[in-house]
C-alpha cells in the first residue's frame, strides 16, 4: 500500500510539473518507468487500484484559467511496444478478436511528440477545439488554435459532415524552433526549453497574440466523432478526406498488411528519424478499418485497434561532472559539459556542447547539477535545462578562463561578440593549428586522403607542422617514425599530398580557414576576383561588392591578407607546387539562372545545404533565406515547415533535391564531385 501510494505521489508530481508548469524534472523514459512499475503493481494487487491513480488518467487536469470541456468521446492514450515480438503478439490479439478474419491492413505514421488536440467542426467552421486534459474534460483553447495557420477556420472542399471532430498533434518544426529561439536570444528574451514544452506552452497562453507569435503547426492523424451521412470505411479514407477538407496530414502515412510490413516502417522511420525536421518518439500503428476498429473496441480507456512502438528516448536526466574548455580552428574558446555516463537516443552520452558563455548564463548552469540531456539522431547531445530543485549544495558556478587551455594567451572577448576566443595567432595556438590543419586536409578543401586527426595531432604534437604548407615538406622518414605508420604508410600519405596540390581557386580559398567563409563564399569570390593577386588586394569596399559577402565576412577577409604570416604561408603553398586551372571570365547575365531567386528548406539527403548553395550561386541564382513573392524555385526536402507551406499559398514551383540534382547534371554540375 504504501509502494503504491508512494508512486502514485511521485508520478502525479512530475505530471504537474510537465503539463501545468511546463518545468520537467525527469525525463519522458524515467516517467515510464515509474508509470510501468505502478501500472505492474495494480495488476499484481487490484485492492490497490485508486480513482486517481495515474494509471486511470490520460494526461493531467485542466488548468484552472481556461474553460473545461468535456469530450464527446475520450481521448484514449495507447498501449506502449519496444520490440519486433510486441508488435507480432498484438498483431495476433487483434485477429484473434476478429473472427474469420485472416489478414487485417493497418496504417503506420510517425509519432509526433507534440500536444493532442480535438477540433470541432460545425457547417464547416471552427467552433471549438480542445486539449486532451485528463483524457474525459480537457481545456478550451480555441482563441490560441485561431492563431494557428496550419489549422483551416473554414474548410474547402465538400462533403464534410455536418458537425464532426478531427484530431491531431500540435507541434513546433525544429528549424522554426531553432530560428524562433535565436530571434528571442537577439532580442534578450527566454528561449524555449525544447519544441515539445514549446508548443505546450503556446497553447496554455492567456494572450493568444503570444501564441500567434510561435510558429505552431499541426498534423491531423483522426477522426474523432462525426453526425450526419458520412460513414468511411477506413482510417486512410479518413486522412486522405480530411487533406481535401484543407487539413495537414503526414505524408509518410503507410498500410501495411502485416507485422513485417509494420516493422519495416518502424525501422525506416528510425533511419529517417534524424532528417524529418521535426520531433517523433516512434510510431502509430492503428487497424484501418473502422469497422474492425469498432468490434475491437477499448479496455480501460485504451483502444485495442492501435498501439504505439516508441523509439530508444532522446531525453535523459544526468549529472554535470565538470565543464571543459576546447579551442577551435578561429581560436573560439568553447565549453562542454562532462557528463556522468548517461544512455539517450540508443547511445550511452558523456559529453555534450554548451556553445557558449551565454548559453550557460541562460541555463543558470553549475558544475554538480543535475541536468536535462537531449539528443536527436547523429545531432552533438545538449544540455536542455537545469533541474534546480535537485541542485547540491556544493555546485560551483561555471567561470571562463582567463587563459587559453592550449597556448596560455589571454583569451578575449569583443563587446560585439557571443564567443571568446585565444588571442594568440593559429601558428602560435597549438589546439588552433590542428584544427586549421584538419580545415585544411578535409574532403571540400584540399581533400588529404590519410591525413586524419592522430597523424595531425602527433605532427604538431613533434613540432613537425606549423602551418599547412609545412605539410608539403615532410619526408618519408618524419612520417614513417610516427607512430602506426610505416614506410607503406608514409608512401602513400605523400602521394595524398602531392596529388591534392592540383586544385580549384573556390577550394584553395575555402581551405585557408578565414572566419565566416565557407564553401558557398569562396566560390564567390573566385568568381568574382578570379585571381589571387586580385583578392589579396581587395579593398574593404571591393570585397562587400561581392554577391554572399558582407560587412562582418569583409572585414574578416581584409584582416586575413594584411596578416604578414598568413601572406607567407600562402606564399609558400604556390612556390611548392600548389596551383589550379584559371578561372573563367563569366557574364552574370548570361548565366542558366541570372535573376532567379532560389530558397532552400527541409533536410537534403544527398547534397550538403552549402554545396547545393553554391552550385545554385555557380548558375547564377541568388538563395534567400525565406520565401516571399520574388521566389523564383523552392527546393524542400524531408521536414519542410513554414517556407514549403506559404511556398504553396503562392503558388511557387516546388522542387524535391532529386530534380535539383537533374537540374545540376544537366548544366554540366557533377554533384559527386
Excluded at 503556446?202 to 474523432?224: E, H, N, V, W
Excluded at 543535475?370 to 544540455?383: C, E, L, N, S
Excluded at 607503406?488 to 599530398?497: C, D, R, T
Aim: net charge negative; charged share 25%; with cysteine.
Amino acid at each position: 500500500m504504501q509502494q503504491a501510494e508512494a508512486l502514485r505521489t511521485r508520478l502525479n508530481h512530475h505530471l504537474h510539473r510537465y503539463h501545468v508548469l511546463d518545468d520537467p524534472e525527469i525525463a519522458d523514459a524515467e516517467y515510464d518507468a515509474l508509470f510501468d512499475q505502478l501500472h505492474a503493481l495494480e495488476q499484481a494487487h487490484p485492492e490497490l487500484r485508486s480513482e486517481d491513480s495515474p494509471t486511470q488518467r490520460v494526461g493531467a487536469p485542466a488548468l484552472s484559467e481556461f474553460a473545461k470541456v468535456t469530450h464527446v468521446l475520450p481521448m484514449l492514450s495507447l498501449d506502449k511496444s519496444t520490440s519486433a515480438q510486441d508488435i507480432d503478439d498484438w498483431v495476433k490479439r487483434c485477429l484473434g478478436r476478429l473472427p474469420g478474419e485472416t489478414q487485417i491492413s493497418y496504417t503506420c505514421e510517425p509519432k509526433i511528440d507534440g500536444v493532442a488536440v480535438a477540433l470541432t467542426y460545425e457547417n464547416g467552421v471552427l467552433v471549438q477545439a480542445a486539449t486532451r486534459g485528463d483524457g474525459q474534460i480537457g481545456e478550451n483553447i480555441l482563441a490560441n488554435v485561431r492563431t494557428i495557420g496550419a489549422i483551416p477556420l473554414t474548410l474547402i472542399g465538400e462533403g464534410f459532415p455536418n458537425k464532426f471532430e478531427v484530431r491531431g498533434e500540435i507541434y513546433i518544426a525544429l528549424d522554426d524552433f531553432d530560428a524562433f529561439n535565436k530571434r528571442a536570444l537577439e532580442k534578450g528574451s527566454k528561449p524555449l526549453i525544447n519544441p515539445r514544452n514549446g508548443a505546450a506552452g503556446s497553447l496554455r497562453q492567456l494572450d493568444s497574440k503570444i501564441t500567434a507569435s510561435r510558429p505552431l503547426t499541426m498534423f491531423c492523424y483522426s477522426l474523432g466523432w462525426s453526425e450526419g451521412d458520412w460513414v468511411p470505411e477506413s482510417q486512410m479514407q479518413v486522412l486522405e478526406s480530411l487533406q481535401g477538407w484543407g487539413f495537414r496530414v503526414n505524408p509518410l502515412v503507410e498500410v501495411v498488411t502485416d507485422s513485417k510490413g509494420c516493422m519495416d516502417y518502424i525501422d525506416n522511420i528510425l533511419e529517417q528519424r534524424s532528417r524529418l525536421g521535426y520531433e517523433i518518439d516512434g510510431v502509430v500503428v492503428k487497424v484501418n478499418s473502422l469497422e474492425q476498429q469498432s468490434i475491437l473496441g477499448a479496455v480501460t480507456r485504451k483502444p485495442r485497434w492501435a498501439i504505439a512502438y516508441k523509439y530508444p528516448a532522446e531525453e535523459a536526466t544526468t549529472q554535470l561532472l565538470n565543464v571543459e574548455f576546447q579551442v577551435g580552428r578561429t581560436g573560439a574558446i568553447t565549453p562542454v559539459a562532462r557528463l556522468a555516463p548517461v544512455f539517450v537516443g540508443g547511445v550511452t552520452v558523456t559529453n555534450a556542447t554548451l556553445h557558449n558563455m551565454d548559453e550557460i548564463a541562460r541555463l543558470g548552469l553549475h558544475v554538480g547539477d543535475r541536468v536535462m540531456i537531449r539528443r536527436a539522431g547523429d545531432v552533438i547531445p545538449q544540455v536542455a535545462s537545469v533541474i534546480l530543485s535537485q541542485r547540491p549544495g556544493d555546485a560551483r558556478a561555471i567561470e571562463l578562463p582567463t587563459q587559453c587551455p592550449s597556448c596560455n594567451s589571454a583569451i578575449v572577448r569583443l563587446d560585439d561578440e557571443v564567443v571568446a576566443r585565444c588571442s594568440a595567432n593559429r601558428n602560435h595556438c597549438p589546439a588552433q593549428r590542428k584544427e586549421c590543419l584538419r580545415h585544411f586536409a578535409s574532403r571540400l578543401a584540399f581533400d588529404v586522403d590519410g591525413l586524419g586527426d592522430k597523424i595531425i595531432e602527433q605532427l604538431v604534437a613533434e613540432d613537425l607542422v606549423k602551418n599547412s604548407a609545412d605539410l608539403f615538406k615532410l619526408d618519408a622518414a618524419q612520417i614513417s617514425g610516427l607512430e602506426r605508420m610505416g614506410e607503406k604508410s608514409a608512401k602513400n600519405l605523400l602521394q595524398a599530398l602531392e596529388k591534392s596540390k592540383q586544385t580549384t581557386f573556390p577550394r584553395f580559398i575555402y581551405s585557408l580557414g578565414i572566419r565566416e567563409v565557407g564553401e558557398a563564399t569562396a566560390l564567390s569570390l573566385a568568381q568574382h576576383f578570379r585571381t589571387l593577386d586580385g583578392l589579396q588586394g581587395a579593398t574593404h569596399e571591393a570585397l562587400e561588392v561581392v554577391d554572399d559577402v558582407g560587412p562582418v565576412v569583409a572585414d574578416s577577409l581584409y584582416h586575413y591578407f594584411q596578416d604578414e604570416e598568413n601572406l607567407a604561408v600562402i606564399e609558400q603553398l604556390v612556390a611548392l607546387g600548389v596551383q589550379w586551372p584559371e578561372m573563367p571570365v563569366v557574364d552574370a547575365q548570361a548565366l542558366p539562372l541570372a535573376g532567379e531567386v532560389w530558397v532552400l528548406t527541409g533536410t537534403l539527403e544527398t547534397l550538403a545545404r552549402n554545396a547545393a548553395k553554391a552550385f545554385l550561386l555557380a548558375l547564377g541564382a541568388k538563395v534567400a533565406g525565406s520565401v516571399s513573392a520574388k521566389t523564383t524555385k523552392v527546393v524542400a526536402g524531408p521536414g519542410a515547415g513554414s517556407k514549403l507551406e506559404k511556398a504553396q499559398q503562392l503558388g511557387l514551383t516546388v522542387l524535391e533535391e532529386k530534380d535539383l540534382i537533374t537540374l545540376l547534371k544537366e548544366h554540366g554540375i557533377d554533384v559527386s564531385d
